[in-house]
């Protein structure tokens, strides 16, 4: 079957850094997407990750293990517009994109 | 705004009656994906086109739900006799296969489905 988990919630202070973390078992895996959503609009991408590793863009970096099926988006210098979705999605053998149900997160002053 | 667009942003129908949305894509983009999201979950696949193809239809998608691609262009969604299930955000995505960036999919703004 397809399972992606993360953590529904999560609450950070405007300055500091917070890791969100994904862990996943899919049927195929051909990469992992990070994309932001914030209330009633679009998901928009904020990263890729299909080799083990951090790939770092800005204040946000995303790290893979493929052998632990984990992965995490670390978000550094929290503005209080990075509230928002934060969702997991790993692309399996056929292309399409497998959610997970998404890490709400809340970034207080 | 990502270039992909969906029309309308937003309907309200009754149960049992038909609705039918639109999505227009990058122009260039050959790979074109339909999903469904509800309120505090993620988006869940339910069809996706390789230009006017349909490749792949989600066991989640019933009779009720049929998907066209034409000309490989614009796709429509069509959902009959609506059920109160049905409310969602419908969301549309694409993506060109076969480049560096083909891993990228864009999402349009969506379409607000409410079943009365």
């Known amino acids: 079957g397809q399972n992606i988990d993360q953590p529904t919630e999560m609450t950070a202070t405007e300055g500091a850094i917070v890791q969100i973390n994904c862990t996943y078992q899919t049927s195929g895996f051909n990469g992992l997407f990070w994309y932001q959503q914030h209330a009633g609009e679009a998901p928009t991408f904020l990263s890729y990750n299909v080799l083990d590793g951090l790939e770092e863009k800005g204040r946000f970096s995303s790290f893979l293990s493929r052998s632990k099926g984990y992965s995490y988006l670390l978000l550094k210098e929290l503005q209080m517009k990075d509230s928002a979705s934060y969702l997991c999605a790993v692309r399996d053998d056929t292309d399409k994109l497998i959610f997970g149900t998404g890490t709400r997160l809340q970034v207080f002053p | 705004d990502t270039g992909v667009s969906q029309d309308p942003r937003h309907k309200i129908t009754k149960r049992g009656q038909n609705v039918t949305f639109r999505c227009d894509p990058i122009?260039?983009?050959?790979?074109l994906y339909w999903y469904r999201q509800t309120l505090g979950q993620g988006p869940e696949f339910l069809t996706y086109?390789?230009?006017?193809?349909?490749?792949?239809k989600s066991r989640l998608l019933s009779d009720r739900f049929s998907a066209e691609r034409p000309k490989g262009s614009f796709s429509t969604l069509e959902i009959q006799r609506t059920e109160q299930g049905d409310s969602a955000m419908y969301l549309c995505?694409?993506?060109?296969?076969?480049?560096?960036?083909?891993?990228?999919?864009?999402f349009g703004p969506g379409t607000r489905l409410t079943v009365t």
């Open positions: 122009s260039e983009h050959n790979r």
């Open positions: 995505a694409s993506s060109l296969v076969g480049t560096v960036s083909s891993y990228e999919q864009y």
């Open positions: 086109f390789q230009n006017e193809a349909q490749l792949e």
